[in-house]
Structures are given as structure tokens and as C-alpha cells.
């Protein structure tokens, strides 16, 4: 007898909802990045997530985003809370604060972002961040390009740019840093997907003075959601 | 009593029981003392039949796919009894809701009075958990119907059944035999699982997504710059050519008559009979193009009412729609052969003289993608810049033959909404009513359409309509919204019909979805080029970028329910109908 499915399934049947609703409350949480990096003599130390979540409706939804990245003797990450409004079709407009790290230090931002989906299917989000001392810029695209059904090929860009240094955060004012990556992932179940691919990541102009980065790493993850 | 003689004879009437492959343990208290019940046994049962029935919903424990789950049943079958009423005869029908939340019994396609039709909150409050609700009316009818939830995704969890209704006069259909053959798509999951997945991943079940591989091999047979171009369109709109299942045979097991295809029903006969085979299509989701391979079909009656026959070799079933057909088949088996409309999977059965025979199943047609006369651009063969060539539908299109006197009657103007719930707007829709849709054109079979549908009787006494009213079905694709004029169900106020008035309806379908949309409580006469020969219907299928047009004689008081029947899209495009004096 399998009681699994049969336990599961009574939970669920319980909540057979009667009224007619098009529009349910609804909470989902994807990891599009979890992953360990190998590069300039690290051996696969560097560890990267990109994980956001959100509960809301249809127009409305409250958003979580954190990405960033740890190292032997380095972190940093980029934490956002917002509101989000659909406003277009493909679009919705984000606004909130944003808390981001480096090394122990932090420094807040408010928050607004422009989320959607670009014509011919770019994953896109630009967000501008202000606060007394900068105004910084980042923006990212990417794209889904099925070599099958379940196979996967991503690739990403990310840019970040402030007004002015942030000595805090390491970035120097200016076009501060480009990341790009190309990644293949396998859905064995659309929820959950290991991958492979290569990332470069590099700083630029001002920002070198703090942190010469020029690193072009191999990566292995997985992407998941539920 | 009432029956021709020749037609008694020869007509031994569902001689075969109406089936339920479930008969099933259920659970009255479901979760005490821990311990699960025992699968339950799938076996076929018995059809019931009179002018008084006991209905009873509640939970129990099925195994359709290998896993012990539980549906929402009606007497504990999977589907539900066949109801077999007689023609002026009223009907008396208990149903008892042991489901732990709210329930409803829709009979669907029955004219009835309103407060009979089953749906809540507009014909009446619903069965309370632990409640009987009588329905009680006169069958004014005959034909092949069917009976299902009507209360949140009960439905897509079992509660569904056929209802089978004997002529009071002689029947026009003449057969030996007859079988009730209901399509349905069944889920292991929860339907509101399914749901919250397209609300978060509108291609969740979409496994016939656009490749690389494609575009190469796209590039070979239209050249580089024609394939980058075609994809190029696509992408630009931010859609997709392949979207033509929100939900498939990766979650849905089909199911013909409560039967996988491994477990192969069978519709026996004796070789010379006429058969008539009563085609419902149960499911939430699933569209199915029905063929009986190596035989002929006569159709004979759509949406219980009858027609001219036609023959053909395969048609369209959408969500919600039936069809009767006859067949005479020889000695041998065939495959009664139902592929879903993006080709995921199929509901098959056997139709043999003897039960230890096996057909065969014919290989499932490649899916085909959408055209630009799909998205309401361009159209015909010839036309549409770079989409030469993809839309091919034999004939020119037919239109109704009023459409160039439309102005002949009021547009009534009714509110509408662009934003972010729709991302489509049919540039040039057209009647296609000569088209089979979507995965069955130039397939070298002959497709039933709209187009070869004329009434059996005559409707050129039928007044002109008064009136005009258009209806966008519209939606939201990527983000899995849906509404009609823009304007979801929550959102809208209700329609207003006038007592005795004869309206004409027009869908115009800005989406890339099929949408079979159901009136309740009155019929859609529509327009399928015969003035004279209107079709009665209940369900009208509505091509993607296509309209289609229907007039409706306001005969029914009250207030009624009107909507897409694709369960998942049901809760936005929804319609309230307030028939006024
Ligand atoms: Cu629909």
C-alpha cells in the first residue's frame, strides 16, 4: 500500500477550493544560480547564488532577491526587498530598499527596478539604486535557448555602474564591472536542473584600483524552484 | 412506447452498459485511524436510468497511473453513472455532497429552469458539505449530454458524468447499438497544483517548446533568412507557435469511458449493426481529434441535436462539446483513436465483435505548429508576408453569408480593457469555420468542420436578430490570465439580455487558445453558412485569431453562467448573463 502518495493527496484534497478564483495567492522561491566556481588557482572555493522568491497576485507581489558570492577571504552580496507592480504585459515596475555587502561592510539603497520580458524572449532587469553618496546602476539580461526540450543553454550579462566611489563596496565610480556566463542546464524535472558552464567576470576602469578582477572561471550548480 | 416501430426493432438501446471504470472504495471520513483504504477495483458499472436518481459526491481513493490517490467522485465512479432520462419525463435527482468543502451538479447543455442549472452564486448557493440538494425539472429534450462540477477544479478531479436522453418522438438517429464514450483527462496531481504551476510557469507542461534543432531544420526546408525571419516574428511578439495545450500527457493520463489504453475498453458488435457511438468530451483541458482508423463516420448529431449526417474520417472534440456518430464496421477490429490536440498522448479503446480482440493503435500525428492565421494576421494561402505557405485549409475560408450585412442589426457596445491581462489583438480575424484547426489541415483525411454542420431541422422560420453584441475572448499567455473583453470575471459587471429578444453573438479570439466557449440556458444557433440550417449548440469552439458568430433567442429567465470551458481559463473568462424582462 502506498500510504505516501495517499497521505499527500488527502492534504491536498482537503483543500479542494470551492469558490472560483482566478487570481489565488501564490509563494514561489527559484535558485536560478547555486553554484562552485573554479578559477585563478581556486579550486572550486567560490561559491555563488542567485535566488529570489516571491508571494503575491497577479499585479501584486512582494519580492526577495539575494544574490552574491563567497570566497576564501572575500564576500559579497546584493540583497533586495519590493514591492512589484505589474504594469505592462511583460513588465512590471519594482520598488523597495536594497542591502549589499562586501567584506563585513554594508550599504543601503532605495530600490527601483524594471522587470519583463524584452521582444524575442530576453529575460531582463534593469535597477537603479540611490542613495546619499551614489546613484548605481545595474542591469542584466538573459536568455533561454532550448537545445531540447530538457537541455538548456543560458546566456547572461550583468553590468554595474555608480555614480561615484563607493569605497565601502570596493567600486569606483563609472562603469564598475561586467559579468557574463554561459551556462547548460538539464531539467530532469522543470523544478530542478544541474549545470554546467563558464563565467567571466571582470572590474573595470576606477573600480580596479580597488579589486583588479579579469577571471574567467568553470562553474557547476544547480538551478531549482518550487 | 413512443418509437417508431422499424426503429425498435432494429435499435436494442445501450444494450452495453454505460461504464465506469471506477467502482471505487470511498472514503466517508477520509484520514481517521491512519491507514489507508485498499485501491479500489476498476471495473465497468451499471448506467442508471429513470425519473428519480441518488447522486452522491464524495472522496475515494483511485489508481489510474500507478499511484493511490484520491478523486472526487460521483457514487463512488470514475466517471460518475450515465443518466439515462426519457424525454417529458421530469426528473428528480438527489445529490448529496460528502465532500468536506461546498459542491454543485451543472447539468450541462439542459434547458432547464435557472435555479436547476447547478452553478453557484448565480442559479443558486451550492451544496453545503453534508447536504442533499434536490433538482428537480422536465426534460424538454433528447440527445447526448453530460453533468459535471461546477464548483472550483471538482470537475478535473472526477466529477463528471453522461447523460444519455431517449426521444420522446421517433429518433432520427436509426442504430443497433449504442455507446456512451466519454473522453477525460485524468491527473495524479491536484488541480490546484496544476494551477498555481501555470500561474508561475505558463509553459510548465509544454514539452513541444521551439528548439535549436527546429531552426536547422527549419533552415533546410525554408532557407536561412525565411526560417530566421518566420522565428524572428515569433519571438518579437513574445509568443510562441507551440502553445497549444496549456496542460498535456506530461501530468494527464487519458482516459476514454474511466479506461487508460493499456486497459482497452471495448465496444462490442455483431457485424452488419449500425453503432452509434455518443462522443463527450469530459476533460478540464484536453481538446481530442477522434478517428476510427480504416472506418467512416457518420455524424449524426452534435451537442445532442440532430444534424445532417456527414461523412468523415476524423473530427475535433473540444471541452465540453459531444458528437454522435454512426458507424458500421466489418468483422474486425478498430481502434477508436483520440490523440490530444498537441499530440502528448491519446485515449484509445477497441470496437471488435469479440472481447479478446486488439486493435492496433496508429501512430500519433506530429504536432503542428501555429500559423499567423492563427494569431489573427494575414490568413489565407498566399497572403500574410512571411507567412506564405503555412496556412493551408483547402477551400477558401467560408464565412456566414450575413457577414457583409452585419450592420444590419444594433452593436450593442460593452466595455473594454487593454492592459496587462491581454497581449494580443487579433489584427484581422476571420471566420474559418471551413478550417480544421490547428494540427489537422492537409492531413489527406476528411476533417469534419464547422462548416459541414447543418441543423436536421430547419430554422428558416427563425427571427432576424434584434441585436449584436462582440465578445473578446483575450488573455495573458505568459502570465496565465484570462478575461473577456480584457475584463476578468472579477472584475465585470453582467450581461444583459432582454426577455424575447434574438441576439446575435460574436466571439472575436485575440489569444492563441482554443476557447469552447458555453452559454448556459439557451442555445447558440450558429452561423455555419446556411441561413436555414443554423446548428444548435451549447458549446462553440473558437479558433485561435479566427470569430465566429451565433444568435441566441433570449427564452429563458433568470441568471446565467457564461464561459470558457477550459477549466484552468474558466475562473477569468466568465460571464454572468442577467436575462431581463
Ligand atoms: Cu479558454
Known amino acids: 500500500m502506498k500510504t505516501v502518495p495517499y497521505t499527500a493527496t488527502l492534504l491536498l484534497a482537503a483543500s479542494l477550493f470551492a469558490e472560483m478564483n482566478d487570481d489565488p495567492l501564490r509563494a514561489t522561491l527559484l535558485a536560478d544560480r547555486l553554484e562552485t566556481a573554479s578559477g585563478q588557482w581556486s579550486r572550486w572555493e567560490h561559491l555563488v547564488w542567485d535566488v529570489s522568491a516571491y508571494a503575491g497576485y497577479d499585479l501584486d507581489k512582494a519580492y526577495l532577491y539575494s544574490e552574491g558570492s563567497k570566497a576564501p577571504g572575500e564576500s559579497e552580496s546584493q540583497n533586495e526587498l519590493l514591492y512589484s507592480r505589474a504594469v505592462a504585459p511583460f513588465w512590471d515596475v519594482q520598488i523597495g530598499a536594497e542591502a549589499d555587502t562586501a567584506d563585513g561592510k554594508s550599504v543601503g539603497w532605495g530600490v527601483v527596478a524594471f522587470q519583463g520580458l524584452v521582444p524575442y524572449y530576453f529575460e531582463t532587469r534593469l535597477r537603479l539604486m540611490v542613495n546619499a553618496q551614489a546613484v548605481a546602476l545595474n ?11 530538457r537541455l538548456v543553454l543560458t546566456p547572461r550579462i550583468e553590468l554595474q555602474a555608480y555614480s561615484s566611489d563607493v569605497e565601502e563596496l570596493g567600486a569606483g565610480a563609472g562603469l564598475s564591472s561586467i559579468e557574463t556566463g554561459l551556462r547548460l542546464r538539464y531539467e530532469f524535472i522543470r523544478e530542478f536542473a544541474p549545470y554546467v558552464g563558464v563565467s567571466y567576470a571582470a572590474t573595470i576602469g576606477n573600480t580596479r584600483k580597488y579589486a583588479p578582477i579579469d577571471d574567467v572561471q568553470a562553474v557547476a550548480g544547480i538551478r531549482l524552484w518550487f | 412506447m413512443d418509437d417508431h416501430p422499424a426503429a425498435i426493432q432494429r435499435r436494442r438501446f445501450l444494450q452495453s452498459v454505460a461504464v465506469s471504470a ?112 434536490t433538482y428537480r425539472f422536465p426534460v424538454r429534450q433528447s440527445g447526448t449530454f453530460w453533468y459535471h462540477s461546477h464548483t472550483g477544479f471538482q470537475e478535473q478531479s472526477g466529477v463528471h458524468g453522461t447523460l444519455v436522453i431517449v426521444p420522446k418522438d421517433e429518433d432520427p438517429v436509426v442504430s443497433d447499438r449504442d455507446y456512451v464514450v466519454s473522453l477525460f483527462d485524468w491527473s495524479d496531481e491536484n488541480p490546484e497544483a496544476i494551477y498555481r504551476k501555470l500561474k508561475l510557469h505558463s ?75 455518443r462522443f463527450v468530451n469530459q476533460s478540464a483541458m484536453t481538446i481530442f481529434d477522434v478517428r476510427i482508423p480504416g472506418l467512416k463516420m457518420t455524424v449524426v448529431a452534435a451537442d445532442g441535436n440532430p444534424v445532417k449526417p456527414v461523412k468523415i474520417d476524423e473530427f475535433r472534440i473540444a471541452v465540453a462539446e459531444t458528437y454522435d456518430v454512426i458507424v458500421e464496421p466489418e468483422e474486425r477490429a478498430y481502434c477508436i483513436f483520440a490523440q490530444s490536440i498537441e499530440r502528448s498522448g491519446y485515449a484509445a479503446a477497441t470496437l471488435a465483435p469479440r472481447a479478446e480482440m486488439h486493435a492496433a493503435r496508429p501512430a500519433m500525428d506530429p504536432p503542428q505548429p501555429l500559423t499567423m492565421a492563427d494569431m489573427g494576421m494575414g ?11 503555412a496556412m493551408k485549409c483547402g477551400g477558401g475560408m467560408q464565412m456566414p453569408k450575413e457577414e457583409g450585412k452585419k450592420h444590419m442589426w444594433p452593436i450593442t457596445p460593452l466595455p473594454m480593457r487593454r492592459g496587462v491581462g491581454t497581449t494580443m489583438k487579433a489584427a484581422n480575424p476571420r471566420y474559418r469555420l471551413d478550417d480544421p484547426g490547428v494540427g489537422l489541415r492537409e492531413n489527406g483525411r476528411r476533417v469534419l468542420t464547422y462548416a459541414d454542420l447543418r441543423n436536421y431541422y430547419s430554422t428558416a422560420d427563425a427571427p432576424p436578430p434584434d441585436r449584436e453584441i462582440v465578445l473578446h475572448l483575450t488573455g495573458n499567455m505568459e502570465r496565465y490570465m484570462w478575461s473577456i473583453n480584457g475584463i476578468r470575471y472579477a472584475d465585470a459587471a453582467p450581461l444583459t439580455f432582454h426577455y424575447g429578444e434574438r441576439l446575435r453573438i460574436t466571439f472575436v479570439n485575440d489569444t492563441m487558445m482554443i476557447h469552447p466557449m458555453h452559454l448556459h440556458g439557451m442555445w447558440s444557433d450558429l452561423e455555419t453558412g446556411d441561413e436555414a440550417r443554423l446548428v444548435r449548440k451549447h458549446t462553440v469552439l473558437v479558433q485561435p485569431g479566427s470569430k465566429i458568430s451565433y444568435r441566441v433567442t433570449v427564452n429563458a429567465e433568470g441568471a446565467w453562467a457564461y464561459h470558457c470551458h477550459m477549466l484552468y481559463h474558466m475562473p477569468g473568462m466568465f460571464r454572468k448573463v442577467e436575462v431581463l424582462p
Open chain 2, 379 to 389: 490568413g489565407m494561402t498566399g497572403e500574410g508576408g512571411a507567412d506564405t505557405g
Open chain 2, 203 to 277: 509553459d510548465y507542461y509544454n514539452f513541444n517548446q521551439r528548439t535549436a534543432g527546429d531552426f536547422i531544420s527549419e533552415v533546410k526546408s525554408e532557407g536561412f533568412w525565411d526560417a530566421l525571419q518566420h522565428r524572428a516574428m515569433w519571438n518579437r511578439m513574445r509568443m510562441s507557435d507551440r502553445d497549444l495545450s496549456d496542460v498535456t500527457g506530461y501530468t494527464y493520463t487519458y482516459l476514454l469511458n474511466g479506461f487508460t489504453e493499456a486497459e482497452d475498453w471495448h465496444a462490442l458488435f455483431e457485424t452488419g449493426e449500425r453503432i452509434r457511438l
Open chain 2, 22 to 133: 471506477v467502482l471505487a472504495r470511498t472514503l466517508l471520513s477520509a484520514g481517521e485511524g491512519g491507514s489507508a483504504p485498499a485501491p479500489i477495483k476498476r471495473r465497468e458499472s451499471l448506467m442508471l436510468e429513470g425519473t428519480e436518481f441518488f447522486l452522491t459526491l464524495e472522496r475515494t481513493v483511485v489508481n489510474v497511473s500507478g499511484s493511490d490517490v484520491l478523486a472526487t467522485t460521483v457514487n463512488g465512479m470514475l466517471p460518475g453513472p450515465t443518466l439515462k432520462w426519457r424525454e417529458g419525463d421530469t426528473v428528480t435527482i438527489h445529490v448529496t455532497n460528502n465532500l468536506p468543502v461546498s459542491s454543485s451538479i451543472h447539468w450541462h447543455g439542459i434547458i432547464l429552469p435557472f435555479h436547476m442549472d447547478g452553478v453557484p452564486d448565480i442559479s443558486f448557493k451550492g451544496i453545503a458539505p453534508g447536504e442533499t440538494f
Open chain 1, 139 to 149: 542591469a542584466e539580461a538573459e536568455y533561454e535557448m532550448l537545445l531540447t526540450q
